[in-house]
């Protein structure tokens, strides 16, 4: 079978690949046909998953010199009304990933998660909410963030501005937290609020909502 598009995301460190696989569906007709290219089994069973969920079809993965080679089919070509197991089962998963990070910059590879995490889930058609809470809080004050650095991602000040820039992204910040911390809003990045606990309380216990803890 020969793919409409082709794409090696080979070299690319998670969540890389899997957003990139993410963008190139959506710009593709429903049917065509893409060629991914991989040089991980933990990244292709990622972007497996993230296209299934999407709707789509993997039609077929093999190993080809140490690297994989994945022919994605895009969906929404056919719609089986009569799947309610289906049906339901989209109706109740969750619209909102948020981010509740407690430990801050003290955890670099945390840190980074922050946002990585969120840059998945967009590229899912997620929302997201990013939440510091006690110590977490550093992961939003721009000072802080700066000097966060890893050697296969962006520096995270890039990162975090990249993702919190984004419409479908809200991020708070504890105002207890931050005022223990003698943190004030002008230290923030931007787009993030300062909010009490009713808040926090607020959207842990939303049902659209999935908490992941950092």
């Given amino acids: 079978m020969k793919p409409d598009r082709r794409l090696d995301v080979r070299g ?22 893409l060629e991914v ?9 990622d972007i497996r998953e993230l296209v299934q969920d999407g709707g789509h079809e ?4 093999e190993e080809t010199d140490g690297d994989i080679r994945m022919l994605i089919r895009v969906g929404g070509v056919e719609t089986d009304v009569t799947d309610t197991v289906g049906t339901c089962a989209e109706q109740s998963r969750s ?43 550093t992961v939003l004050v721009e000072r802080e963030v700066e000097r966060i650095r ?13 993702v919190l820039g984004n419409d479908n992204v809200e991020a708070y910040v504890c105002e207890l937290s931050v005022q223990a911390r003698g943190i004030t809003s002008d230290d923030l990045l931007d787009d993030v609020e300062v909010v009490g606990a009713s808040k926090f309380l607020k959207l842990i216990t939303d049902p659209g909502v999935d908490v992941v803890w950092l």
Avoid: W
């Avoid at 460190?13 to 569906?25: D, I, Q, R």
């Avoid at 290219?37 to 069973?45: F, K, L, Q, T």
């Avoid at 993997?58 to 993965?61: A, E, F, Q, S």
């Fill in 12 to 33: 690319a460190a998670c969540p890389g690949p899997s957003v990139m696989v993410a963008e190139e569906l959506k710009e593709m007709e429903p049917g065509q046909v």
């Fill in 37 to 45: 290219i991989v040089d991980s089994e933990g990244i292709a069973n």
């Fill in 58 to 61: 993997v039609l077929k993965v």
């Fill in 95 to 137: 619209t909102t990933i948020m981010v509740a990070q407690s430990t801050g910059v003290t955890n670099p590879e945390r840190a980074y998660a922050t946002f990585l995490i969120p840059e998945a889930a967009l590229a899912m058609d997620l929302n997201v909410v990013i939440f510091g809470f006690m110590d977490g809080v």
């Fill in 150 to 162: 890893h050697p296969k991602f962006p520096p995270l000040i890039d990162k975090a501005r990249e």
